[in-house]
Every structure is written in structure tokens, then in C-alpha cells.
């Protein structure tokens, strides 16, 4: 099994998925950048918001992360795809549990879906990436 370690600072990639390249900027999540954050904000076209499942003590801490995003001016009405990763683990809380933890049926501002992924087995990922691509290509018009 490979280790995978968490995005430290910030990673930018170019990933090209159904005719789109997309400029996916990958930022960390560790507490002590979160407020640079808002400096990625300008032209984004979707937001990817990735979730550790099996880390549930961190649930009400990356909810509130979330609901702050969502506040944000510049990401107004930008679609949102939550990832429920590491669901290849015994531990992993199910994404139906997870959308309604974070209370995401309350969300009417901007369309948005919960995807059960695993970044080890690749399992869901691309269902993700479907979405987005239809959902970029919807507001484009």
C-alpha cells in the first residue's frame, strides 16, 4: 500500500477530465494556512471540498471551515463538490451521514453534491469529477 501524505502549503496541477483541462488548485487544509485561503478565491468555477470520513472528532471543525467558504463574496453561487474520502476505511462515517452532519440540505444558494470517494482506490473520484465538469460547463452558458 502506498502512503499518502496531506497536501502541506499549496499544490497547483493541470488534470484534464472529459474535453476540460482543469487548473485545479489543491490547498492545504492545516489550520495555520486557512486564512490564505481567500486568495485563491477570484475566478474559481467550482469548489472541491475534501472531507477525511473516518476522522469524525474533526466533523464539527471542518463544517464550520465549510460554512465560512460558502460565505465568502467570491464564491458565490459556485457549485460545490463535497468528498467523503477515505471510504475504503472500516471507520469511515457514510456520506449520507455526513451531508446531514454538515447540514448540507440547507444549502440553496448554489447547486452541490456529496461524493463517497477513496484517493487509495480511486473508487468514486471520477463520479466526482463527472459532476463537476457537467455542472462548470452548465454555468458557462
Partial sequence: ??????????????????????NVWDIGGQRKIRPYWR????????LIYVIDSADRKRFEETGQELAELLEEEKLSGVPLLLFANKQ????????????????????????????????????????????VCKHISARKK
Avoid at 501524505?5 to 499544490?11: A, E, K, R, V
Avoid at 486568495?39 to 468555477?45: G, I, L, R, S, V
Fill in 88 to 131: 475504503d476505511l472500516m471507520t469511515a462515517a457514510p456520506a449520507a451521514e455526513i451531508a446531514e452532519g454538515l447540514n448540507l440540505h440547507t444549502i440553496r444558494d448554489r447547486l452541490w453534491q456529496i461524493q463517497a470517494c477513496s484517493a487509495v482506490t480511486s473508487e468514486g473520484v471520477q463520479d466526482g469529477m463527472t459532476w
Fill in 39 to 46: 486568495n485563491y478565491f477570484e475566478n474559481t468555477d467550482v
Fill in 1 to 22: 500500500m502506498r502512503h499518502i501524505t496531506p497536501t502541506q502549503g499549496f499544490n497547483i496541477k493541470s488534470v484534464q477530465s472529459q474535453g476540460f483541462k482543469l
